[in-house]
């Protein structure tokens, strides 16, 4: 069974940085994109970043580009978002996810709901 475990999320103030882990024990990872997805309160979930064990590509949608970077680590299977710069509006549930067509969900031109596999969501609040 897959799993994804999301994890690093918190309280931190405007202007502040955290770092999100995804975890995939057992996983194919080199068979799939792994990324990152956010969900604020009454809004639609939203894709930001994703990257590529196989060839270490990356993709980041605008709202994010320029103060998120995501990277991975494929001996660990993980996969990391530094977020810095963080405002109030990056308050949300962050969620990871695997696809092999990630980079098209994020894109929009797939819908969230195709991902195959995501993790449980972790807390991120930007808060003074």
């Known amino acids: 069974d897959v799993q994804l475990q999301a994890s690093g999320g918190g309280l931190v103030q405007p202007g502040g940085s955290l770092r999100l882990t995804c975890a995939a024990p057992g996983f194919n990872f080199r068979d799939y994109a792994i990324g990152w997805f956010r969900q604020a309160p009454g809004k639609e979930r939203e894709g930001l970043s994703c990257?590529?064990?196989?060839?270490?590509?990356?993709y980041y949608a605008a709202s994010v580009r320029g103060r998120f970077t995501i990277s991975g680590d494929n001996a660990k299977n993980t996969v990391y978002l530094q977020m810095n710069g963080l405002k109030p509006e990056d308050t949300a549930v962050y969620y990871c996810?695997?696809?092999?067509?990630?980079?098209?969900?994020?894109?929009?031109?797939?819908?969230?709901?195709?991902?195959?596999?995501w993790g449980q969501g972790t807390q991120v609040t930007v808060s003074s």
């Open positions: 996810a695997a696809d092999t067509s990630l980079r098209s969900i994020i894109q929009g031109i797939l819908p969230i709901d195709y991902a195959d596999y």
């Open positions: 990257f590529s064990p196989s060839d270490g590509e990356v």
